[in-house]
């Protein structure tokens, strides 16, 4: 999951909130906001980001893809949850986390207490070596009957090392055979990241499968009735998809900096990976939800 920090076009608009948070001297439980912050129109060609080790980046906006239309300046932040309201500043996010075996246990009443609304349970992965073995997260079913247990939304994501359509919609039943009964009403995710230090089964895909995969599993997902979703950082948007072929698809979008740098419509933004939760030992993925104003 990554950390991303802003440059170049839209440098400007982020260096306005930075600047306002760091200078805030806010406290846990005080209300941070923006001021002034808009997602504007690209002023060039292309757009920086910079990656989560620091590393600068450009890449070309693709014409007639639709643009973020997110206001920062509506981005606000109190007791170390973010959250987005509508111009009369009412809140229209929804506030949730996203687990698996590497949080437990979970105290999903404790969760549920402290304000968390939804969770996105990772259901299992498919393995780094040639042999791609699929393999059920040890905690899917305790993290699903907590979360749901205790009143929250749930969605589910699977970590994807597909290298075919053909495994890729191995991996989509596998999802659906284990979803199957439970009450599912945030999307099933497909979740294909860059592999650090370590060799992935992945390593040698070009954009096109990549895509193609986006797509078979998201496609599968939706036939059987569910919400689809595609999970990915600016990079990998960037570099490793094309973009272009899956606007019509929502986008869980991964970036830890006090505000995103895609410049392109995501609907869900995982904005920390060291979240503390009452409830859960260690840190945890944040993420924000955004609904239309």
């Known amino acids: 999951m990554t950390k991303?920090?802003?440059?170049?076009?839209?440098?400007?608009?982020?260096?306005?909130?930075?600047?306002?948070?760091?200078?805030?001297?806010?406290?846990?439980?005080?209300t941070a906001e923006t001021e002034g912050a808009v997602h504007e129109e690209p002023a060039g060609n292309t757009y920086k980001f910079v990656d989560v080790e620091g590393a600068e980046y450009e890449a070309a906006y693709i014409e007639g893809l639709p643009l973020c239309g997110y206001d920062y300046g509506r981005l606000k932040e109190k007791d170390g949850f973010k959250y987005y309201t509508d111009k009369d500043g009412a809140r229209i996010s929804r506030?949730?986390?996203?687990?698996?075996?590497?949080?437990?246990p979970v105290d999903w009443g404790k969760v549920s207490a402290a304000g968390i609304e939804f969770a996105m349970v990772r259901v299992g992965y498919r393995g780094y070596g040639s042999a791609g073995k699929?393999?059920?997260?040890?905690?899917?079913?305790s993290h699903m009957d907590g979360a749901l247990g205790a009143g929250l939304a749930v969605g589910?994501?699977?970590?994807?090392?597909?290298?075919?359509?053909e495994e890729t919609l191995e991996e989509?039943?596998?999802?659906?055979?284990?979803?199957?009964g439970y009450d599912i009403t945030y999307p099933v995710v497909f979740d294909t990241e860059e592999i650090k230090d370590d060799t992935a089964r992945t390593d040698g895909l070009d954009r096109d499968q990549f895509t193609d995969n986006c797509i078979v599993f998201c496609d599968r997902i939706e036939e059987a009735g569910?919400?689809?979703?595609?999970?990915?950082?600016?990079?990998?948007?960037?570099?490793?998809?094309?973009?272009?072929?899956?606007?019509?698809?929502?986008?869980?979008?991964?970036?830890y900096e006090p505000v995103p740098q895609c410049p392109y419509e995501f609907a869900?933004?995982?904005?920390?990976?060291?979240?503390?939760?009452?409830?859960?030992g260690g840190n945890v993925d944040l993420n924000v939800y955004f609904e239309n104003d």
């Open 156 to 165: 589910v994501y699977f970590f994807s090392q597909a290298v075919s359509e």
């Open 95 to 104: 506030t949730g986390i996203d687990v698996s075996e590497f949080q437990q």
């Open 172 to 180: 989509a039943q596998f999802v659906l055979d284990r979803i199957r």
């Open 268 to 280: 869900m933004w995982q904005y920390t990976e060291s979240g503390k939760v009452p409830g859960i």
């Open 134 to 141: 699929l393999v059920e997260d040890k905690m899917f079913r």
């Open 226 to 255: 569910y919400d689809s979703m595609i999970y990915a950082n600016m990079k990998w948007m960037a570099f490793t998809l094309n973009l272009e072929r899956l606007a019509g698809y929502a986008k869980w979008y991964a970036d």
């Open 4 to 30: 991303l920090k802003a440059l170049g076009v839209l440098a400007a608009v982020l260096l306005l909130y930075g600047c306002s948070a760091a200078g805030s001297g806010r406290k846990n439980g005080d």
